[in-house]
């Protein structure tokens, strides 16, 4: 059981639903960054924005200017489609419907997690670092 879902339980489970695929979407998303997640971390999803031909949208979300928005239509084209079905699966949502709520929470994350506008040469850390930045353990 993962750290996510140990504080889904903490909060009642599945008595939330729509909080169960929030907390679920977030480790999704938390998942993409993390060295050791399904993107290669950071390093990687910049890779594959900049293969969508989307890098200056990533890299607006890094930055420390205004993030760039960006669309359901164009998350789908950056993420693998088996990425992409992995966090349909797990999140109970429908491909379109986890490519736009990742759409609205990775540039804010992102942003988060990369106050200095860079990202560091070893990457955001692992999936409990992650957790503990996002949580406030580490400022």
């Given at each position: 059981?993962?750290?996510?879902?140990?504080?889904?339980?903490?909060?009642?489970?599945?008595?939330?639903?729509?909080?169960?695929?929030?907390?679920?979407?977030?480790?999704?998303?938390?998942?993409?960054?993390?060295?050791?997640?399904?993107?290669?971390?950071?390093?990687?999803?910049?890779?594959?924005?900049?293969?969508?031909?989307?890098?200056?949208?990533?890299?607006?979300?890094?930055?420390?200017?205004?993030?760039?928005?960006?669309?359901?239509?164009?998350?789908?084209?950056?993420?693998?489609p088996?990425?992409l079905?992995?966090?349909?699966?797990?999140?109970?949502?429908?491909?379109?419907?986890?490519?736009?709520?990742?759409?609205?929470?990775?540039?804010?994350?992102?942003?988060?997690?990369?106050?200095?506008?860079?990202?560091?040469?070893?990457?955001?850390g692992?999936?409990?670092?992650?957790?503990?930045?996002?949580?406030?353990r580490?400022?």
């Open positions: 059981m993962g750290i996510l879902d140990k504080a889904i339980d903490m909060l009642g489970g599945n008595q939330l639903p729509m909080m169960d695929s929030r907390m679920k979407l977030m480790q999704a998303a938390l998942s993409l960054l993390a060295n050791n997640g399904q993107a290669g971390g950071v390093h990687g999803l910049v890779h594959q924005f900049n293969e969508a031909g989307l890098g200056n949208v990533i890299q607006s979300w890094i930055g420390t200017g205004q993030n760039v928005p960006i669309t359901a239509d164009q998350m789908q084209q950056v993420l693998d088996g990425q079905s992995q966090i349909s699966e797990e999140t109970g949502l429908p491909e379109p419907e986890a490519a736009s709520q990742l759409g609205d929470m990775l540039p804010d994350l992102i942003d988060k997690l990369t106050p200095a506008g860079h990202v560091p040469p070893g990457g955001l692992n999936m409990s670092s992650l957790l503990d930045h996002f949580l406030g580490y400022h």
